[in-house]
C-alpha cells in the first residue's frame, strides 16, 4: 500500500472479529517496528506479544470480568492480538556511559534525561506497528495500561527496570466497530501547526 495511504487511512479501531492473524504476520508488524528511531541507537524496546489464552490473562488482569459490564468498547476485548511494548530505561543510562556518549552526562542517571527518550522511542515504535498493521490491511488501536502496568508486569514475568508504554491491539476490523467521540475534534489545519522560520511567522 502507498505510504501516503497508510498514513491517512489509518484510525484507531476498537471493535474486532475474531478471526485470527497469521504469527508471520504479526512477526512482519513487530519487525518492522524495531526498526523505528532509537536514541543512540540503544534499540532497547522491546515487545510482548500476547495471543489467545494469553490475550485474555491480560484482559483479566486490566480489565476483569466484573468490570466489563458496561465497557464502552466490547469489541476491543475480541482482538487476537496484543502487542505490549516495553522500554528499558537502564539501557539508555549505559549506552550513554559508553566513550562516543559520556559527553552528554546522560550516563549519570535516569534523572539526568530532561526528556526520557525511552518513552520517545517507544512512541515511535507504536506508530510504526500502527502503520504496519494498516498497510496488511489490519485494524489497530493503542491504549494505555495506567495503572496496571505492574500487574501486567508480574503476570508475564516481564523483568523489573522496563517500564510499559503502551498496548496496541491488532486485528481484522469488525462491522460494528465505531470512531470514539474524540474523533469529532478536527484536525487543526496545517498553516495553524506548522511555523516557519520562527513561531510567529
Request: aromatic share 10%; net charge negative; hydrophobic share 45%.
Amino acid at each position: 500500500m502507498e505510504f501516503e495511504r497508510v498514513v491517512r487511512g489509518r484510525r484507531m479501531v476498537r471493535s474486532f472479529t475474531a478471526e485470527p492473524v497469521a504469527p508471520a504476520v504479526v512477526d512482519e508488524i513487530c519487525d518492522l517496528a524495531r526498526r523505528a528511531p532509537t536514541a543512540g541507537n540503544t534499540a532497547a524496546v522491546e515487545f510482548l506479544v500476547l495471543e489467545d489464552d494469553h490475550a485474555l490473562a491480560y484482559w483479566d488482569v486490566t480489565l476483569p470480568a466484573p468490570q466489563r459490564d458496561g465497557f464502552a468498547w466490547p469489541g476491543l476485548l475480541a482482538a487476537p492480538v496484543l502487542v505490549v511494548v516495553w522500554v528499558d530505561p537502564g539501557a539508555y543510562v549505559s549506552r550513554y556511559r559508553e566513550p562516543d556518549k559520556a559527553h552528554t552526562g546522560l550516563g549519570d542517571g535516569e534523572e539526568a534525561w530532561s526528556v526520557p527518550y525511552w518513552f520517545v522511542d517507544g512512541g515511535a515504535a507504536v506508530m510504526a506497528l500502527l502503520l504496519a498493521a494498516r498497510d496488511r490491511g489490519l485494524g489497530a488501536a493503542f491504549f494505555a495500561m495506567f495503572d496496571h502496568e505492574e500487574s501486567v508486569r508480574r503476570r508475564f514475568d516481564v523483568p523489573a527496570g522496563r517500564r510499559g508504554v503502551g498496548t496496541v491491539a491488532i486485528g481484522h476490523r469488525s462491522a460494528d466497530d465505531r470512531p470514539s467521540q474524540s474523533s469529532r475534534r478536527a484536525r487543526p489545519p496545517l498553516d495553524e501547526i506548522l511555523h516557519r522560520s520562527g513561531w510567529s511567522t
